[in-house]
């Protein structure tokens, strides 16, 4: 898969590409959640069908970011995670537009004769509720009537799971209420999130449970504050934990950032600086604060023993 960053207007280099007619998903792809995959998979099914090129176009960064909607809350799935799936999908071409100011006043009628007929869309696939343009004011329908009728478009349904739309807000709401399973089975994958292991207030270990402190390397959506529990990946080997994710009010008063703490069952060494990507399987509990230390270190001992049992037949 070849990886090509757009900006508007395209630069000439591109225009001036060889490039074949193609058959593009075109979307946000924020998730990548099943209904997601069902589009990319019809592209490229469409585009073996027809022996054309099948690409990708999506935005980065998100729209809602740059538009400062104040209700943007991270990534469900990094960039470089989103184009790995889109390469095992089988993309040819991940084109990636960079959403901005100016990007985000583009009418629906020059994004289509500036951007998709120089690249020579054959089809267009986008998902039913698919809008494009200054306020998204472009519709599926309007796809092919833009384009001077030279375009096909393949506009897909809403892909459900027990009559329920799948939906990139459905799991971020579903991440905020702590409904994993929820969130992990439209994904159709576990909800990830990876980063550094940093030093943290060295209670841990006091308590009889060191917890690798992980700063995320991106800027995840965080799910709700509570125990979970998890699989870990560290340096290709992966183990099983409980994680906890908030601001440890049986120790702090004031509002801290909350922080992401994982307790790795069955290991013992040394973590600091290293790699951790966490796949979040099951929700155990919310956070509180506990009366005493004591009382804390049962119940973390209780969430370690009820995470082994979650995790008992997960790998
Ligand atoms: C499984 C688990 C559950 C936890 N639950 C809570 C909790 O409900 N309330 C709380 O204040 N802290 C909770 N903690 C956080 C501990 O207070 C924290 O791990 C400890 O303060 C160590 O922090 P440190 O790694 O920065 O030294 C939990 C930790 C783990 C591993
Ligand atoms: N089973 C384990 N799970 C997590 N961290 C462990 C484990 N065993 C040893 N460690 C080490 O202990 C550190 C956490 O100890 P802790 O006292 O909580 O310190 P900190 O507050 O710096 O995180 C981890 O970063 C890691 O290096």
Redesign the pocket.
């Known amino acids: 898969m070849e990886t090509i960053t757009l900006s508007y207007p395209l630069p000439e280099d591109i225009i001036a590409r060889d490039t074949r007619p193609q058959v593009m998903a075109i979307g946000q792809f924020d998730g990548l959640h099943l209904g997601h995959e069902s589009v990319i998979k019809s592209a490229v099914n469409l585009a073996v069908r027809l022996g054309l090129p099948a690409a990708v176009m999506t935005f980065h960064p998100h729209p809602k970011e740059v538009m400062k909607k104040g209700d943007y809350d991270g990534y469900l799935t990094p960039p470089h995670v989103k184009e790995q799936l889109f390469r095992e999908l089988g993309v040819d071409y991940l084109y990636i537009v960079d959403f901005n100011d100016d990007f985000s006043q583009v009418s629906p009628h020059h994004f289509v004769c500036d951007m998709l007929l120089p690249l020579k869309v054959h089809t267009a696939v986008v998902g039913f509720d698919f809008r494009y343009g200054y306020r998204g004011e472009g519709h599926a329908d309007t796809l092919r009537e833009l384009s001077g009728n030279t375009m096909e478009v393949c506009t897909m349904p809403a892909f459900l799971i027990h009559d329920e739309k799948v939906s990139s807000s459905g799991i971020r709401k579903a991440l905020q209420e702590g409904n994993i399973s929820l969130a992990n089975r439209w994904l159709g994958r576990r909800y990830t999130i990876n980063g550094t ?11 009889g ?5 992980m700063k995320p390397n991106e800027h995840f959506v965080l799910p709700t504050k509570g125990v979970y529990a998890v699989r870990a990946n560290l340096e290709g080997a992966s183990f099983s ?1 409980v994680m906890n994710v908030g601001v440890k009010p049986t120790f702090h008063s004031d509002v801290v950032a909350p922080s992401l ?12 600086g ?1 790699q951790l990507e966490v796949e979040l399987v099951e929700f155990i509990r919310a956070e509180r604060k506990f009366e005493s230390v004591e009382k804390l270190i049962a119940q973390i001992k209780v969430d370690a023993e009820t995470a082994r049992g979650m995790l008992l037949s997960v790998k």
């Not at 030093?199 to 308590?207: V, Y």
């Not at 449970?209 to 402190?213: E, I, Q």
């Open positions: 292991v940093m030093h943290g207030e060295k209670r841990g270990r006091l308590l449970f060191p917890t690798a402190n934990g703490e994982i307790h790795l069952l069955d290991f013992n060494g040394d973590l600091y290293k």
